[in-house]
């Protein structure tokens, strides 16, 4: 975003970050917006996750008020 948001409670420019996602080993990434339905992959009855195959994904932008702490999420 080239434009810090306002909070919508405390109108005050907000900090721009992200959502850590850990996954595998702890092993960290960036939280990422994913469209339609989650669809689990399930082999011999069991579930091995949810697939991403062929979905449109973004990343998931975090803007933090220092006031109040309100969140709000973009992707982009």
């Not at 080239?2 to 970050?17: I, V």
């Not at 080993?25 to 991403?52: C, F, Y």
């Amino acid at each position: 975003m080239s434009q810090h948001p306002t909070c919508r409670s405390c109108r005050t420019s907000m900090e721009e970050g992200w959502v850590a996602d850990k996954g595998h080993a702890n092993s960290v990434d960036q939280a990422k917006w994913v469209a339609g339905e989650p669809q689990q992959q399930k082999w011999l009855g069991m579930s091995l996750g949810i697939s991403t195959k062929g979905k449109k994904q973004f990343d998931v932008t975090v803007w933090r008020c220092d006031r109040c702490g309100l969140l709000e999420s973009y992707a982009r």
